[in-house]
């Protein structure tokens, strides 16, 4: 009679340690299915990303320590945590992963070639950034060949313009390729940027020409006219019975001021503010910059940087 107490007290022991064990696998899969997702994400950041790929091999490693204990492999309910458990793994060692990686590389050589005012990798590597996002696969979706064909055509557009994991952008060897709808976005921005040397452009409909001075309008208000249009925008004024007080500021625009660019969405909310040092990268910033569908710009001068 001992032995049999004995005997059912301790397969009680190796059944409570096994349940113990298995809670212990379901608090690794229920923490680690969260950070999974993470690489599903086409927004994820640098940051993310970073601890995603720290987090999840340390999961999968105590997932696999637990699952080695007795009885905890065959336990009926061991499937159930293994299958949040092989989602986070599925998208740590899926394309999806190298994707986000490749677009967080290159939004930081786009913005280094924003800055340098080189358009063509400006474009390019906005253009890859934009691709690996889009390509980014959701973990209900089943991966098919043309995902996966597009998949490795950017990856490998990438590779040859140097944008790998030792940082934003190597040494590029040879003369690769540019395509052809990113050879046509330069082109067009480098029209701009011609147009754009002679300053900001008019505010009147009428005219939009270049190189419109600042003026006032007596109200504290400010507007960008050029001179044919400061004489027909007092007509206009007085016409509507205003006082015809429009003149250019006397003293220009201060070296010291910076130009403010609010990109606004003309169909609906929502607004970015862009900071420039000259009324040509203002202008240049306006009429490249499209952050919504209908984006429409107002200039303004900020006296105080």
């Not at 049999?4 to 899969?29: C, F, G, H, P």
């Not at 063509?120 to 991966?143: A, K, Y």
């Not at 006397?250 to 503010?273: C, H, M, Q, T, W």
Request: glycine share 6%.
């Amino acid at each position: 009679m001992t032995n049999s107490i004995d005997q059912w007290r301790a397969k009680a022991r190796v059944a409570a340690e096994t349940e113990r064990q298995v809670r212990r696998l379901y608090n690794v899969a229920y923490r680690v299915a969260p950070i999974g997702h993470l690489l599903a994400s086409p927004d994820a950041t640098t940051s993310h990303i970073a601890y995603a790929t720290t987090r999840i091999p340390r999961a999968l490693s105590a997932a696999a320590r637990i699952l080695a204990l007795p009885g905890v492999a065959d336990h009926p309910e061991t499937p159930y945590a293994r299958s949040f458990i092989s989602v986070a793994e599925r998208a740590l060692k899926g394309t999806g992963t190298r994707l986000l990686i490749t677009a967080n590389f290159a939004r930081a050589a786009a913005s280094q070639a924003a800055d340098a005012k080189d358009d063509l990798r400006t474009v390019l590597f906005t253009d890859i950034e934009q691709r690996c996002r889009n390509l980014v696969p959701q973990p209900q979706d089943r991966q098919t060949t043309e995902h996966r064909e597009a998949s490795d055509a950017v990856l490998t557009l990438a590779a040859q313009w140097g944008l790998h994991p030792g940082g934003p952008q190597q040494a590029v060897s040879g003369d690769p390729l540019v395509p052809r709808h990113v050879a046509h976005e330069v082109a067009r921005r480098a029209e701009i940027r011609a147009r754009c040397t002679a300053g900001i452009r008019c505010t009147r409909t009428a005219c939009l020409a270049y190189g419109a001075i600042w003026a006032e309008d007596g109200t504290g208000s400010h507007i960008f006219l050029c001179h044919r249009c400061i004489p027909a925008e007092n007509a206009d004024r007085a016409a509507r019975g205003f006082a015809p007080t429009v003149r250019p500021v006397p003293e220009g625009v201060p070296d010291s001021a910076r130009y403010i660019v609010f990109l606004y969405n003309g169909s609906g909310r929502g607004g970015k503010e862009v900071s420039c040092d000259s009324a040509q990268e203002a202008q240049f910033a306006a009429e490249t910059m499209r952050p919504f569908n209908n984006t429409g710009h107002h200039i303004r001068v900020a006296l105080t940087r």
